[in-house]
């Protein structure tokens, strides 16, 4: 990706017949954003992970009293409510990650959202989950209502033990390394991920950041600008 910045001149001239003619120029230099890619290994801490993935079909036809009291439809449902790769793995949305940190950075260096959002990017949709054993259904009553007037009952995939590798992509120009990984782990700490996160009154969706890779020039973005 690249920037530019604009510098306008003016010449006046003199015509044939006495009249001053002025015209005016506008001249671009091109400036490369460096951008950078690094993994981010997190590891999840106690109670774990909730997935709030939205079902379409939930949405269009909430399931019915007598369909909450079986069990084997409590089971498809949640199931559907997970995250997957093309091959199956469990997964966690990208969208969880700019919104938090955003969220993070606000909050401790007073920084706006959208400026945080120009800073880096996740470059993909999903990323999977490291899970030594298959999630469980976590079942709570949620804070707002209905139309109605009654509590929600919800019915949530829940990770325990879970381990991620996130892709990051930051334009060094705008935030330094060192700057990215303290907002992950303040995110960590302090946001979380998920449904009924910390940011959220919740326990869920806390992690740590133990590792991370050296930044590389990000030539999959280079290519394309």
Not at 41 to 64: A, D, Q
Request: with cysteine; charged share 25%; net charge positive.
């Amino acid at each position: 990706m690249s920037k530019a910045t604009a510098t306008a001149t003016k010449k006046s001239e003199t015509s044939s017949n006495g009249s001053e003619k002025t015209t005016q120029s506008l001249s671009l230099q091109v400036m490369p954003f460096k951008a950078m890619k690094t993994e981010i290994t997190i590891v999840g801490e106690e109670p774990g992970l909730l997935v709030s993935r939205l079902v379409p079909e939930t949405l269009l036809n909430p399931p019915t009293k007598e369909q909450l009291k079986n069990p084997e439809f409590i089971k498809e449902m949640v199931s559907k409510a997970r995250y997957l790769m093309s091959d199956g793995t469990d997964a966690i949305s990208a969208t969880y990650f700019p919104k938090a940190i955003a969220r993070a950075a606000q909050r401790f260096y007073g920084f706006e959202m959208a400026t945080v959002y120009g800073m880096l990017r996740i470059p993909c949709e999903l990323i999977p989950l490291q899970i030594p054993r298959s999630y469980e259904t976590h079942v709570a009553v949620a804070k707002n209502w209905n139309a109605r007037g009654a509590a929600v009952v919800t019915h949530r995939p829940w990770y325990r033990e879970w381990k991620s590798v996130i892709p990051v992509v930051f334009w060094e120009d705008r935030i330094k390394f060192h700057e990215v990984i303290d907002l992950f782990r303040i995110t960590g700490s302090s946001v979380g991920l998920g449904a009924w996160r910390i940011d959220r009154s919740g326990v869920f969706g806390a992690f740590q950041v133990p590792t991370a890779t050296a930044p590389v020039v990000y030539d999959r973005w280079e290519k394309r600008s």
